[in-house]
T-cell receptor, first 116, second 114 residues
Framework: EAGVTQFPSHSVIEKGQTVTLRCDPISGHDNLYWYRRVMGKEIKFLLH????????ESGMPNNRFLAERTGGTYSTLKVQPAELEDSGVYFC??????????????FGPGTRLTVL | DQQVKQNSPSLSVQEGRISILNCDYT??????FLWYKKYPAEGPTFLISISSIKDKNEDGRFTVFLNKSAKHLSLHIVPSQPGDSAVYFCAASDGGTSYGKLTFGQGTILTVHP
């Protein structure tokens, strides 16, 4: 079974540009999460999809961030326009569901975003 | 406002000895706790978890202890092996209003010397 995949692995952009990160969850996993780790600090929750619906987006920093999950499969996270403080590693995770607290979240390798 | 804290940024241990990683939390609504391990250039990997109704959970060389009154949990690795060298993250979840959302600590870098 393939794990969670993320694309690209690295992205370097200039302030003001747009970047789109993609996550492909494990097949059959209804739950998809986005997290971010900035400068070696804690990993912070951004949002949670159940299938194509946003269950919890309380961690989204501001309206420059837009997340979508087309047809309940892969997800994209767009940052527009990017700011310096958006730099960090963006992790995607998925779990099978139906949303039990004990569902294990499987993480992808992350996308390292650098905004210059 | 950091609700999960790992106050030791790093820990160095000799192979074969015990590694003890600590984690404190402030949110009394947390009722499920996890440890994840992370190697460089990889995503975090689930290691072990514990529910708030228990005070200990064991899986091979890994044991997690939970002290609810102190809002403290720890991960014991016995015996430690060089392959255990990684960043360890403590995480917590509130099964009520925000199930699935994990709150992480800053991580502790464990180095196990041969």
């Amino acid at each position: 079974e393939a794990g969670v995949t993320q694309f690209p692995s690295h992205s370097v952009i200039e302030k003001g540009q747009t970047v789109t990160l993609r996550c492909d969850p494990i097949s059959g996993h209804d739950n998809l999460y986005w997290y971010r780790r900035v400068m070696g600090k804690e990993i912070k929750f951004l949002l949670h999809f159940v299938k194509e619906s946003k269950q919890d987006e309380s961690g989204m920093p501001n309206n420059r961030f837009l997340a979508e999950r087309t047809g309940g499969t892969y997800s994209t996270l767009k940052v527009q326009p990017a700011e310096l403080e958006d730099s960090g590693v963006y992790f995607c995770a998925s779990s099978r569901g139906p949303g039990q607290i004990t569902d294990t979240q499987y993480f992808g390798p992350g996308t390292r975003l650098t905004v210059l | 406002d950091q609700q999960v804290k790992q106050n030791s940024p790093s820990l160095s241990v000799q192979e074969g000895r015990i590694s003890i990683l600590n984690c404190d939390y402030t949110n009394s609504m947390f009722d499920y706790f996890l440890w994840y391990k992370k190697y460089p250039a990889e995503g975090p990997t689930f290691l072990i978890s514990i529910s708030s109704i228990k005070d200990k959970n064991e899986d091979g060389r890994f044991t997690v202890f939970l002290n609810k009154s102190a809002k403290h949990l720890s991960l014991h690795i016995v015996p430690s092996q060089p392959g255990d060298s990684a960043v360890y993250f403590c995480a917590a979840s509130d099964g009520g209003t925000s199930y699935g959302k994990l709150t992480f600590g800053q991580g502790t870098i464990l180095t196990v010397h041969p």
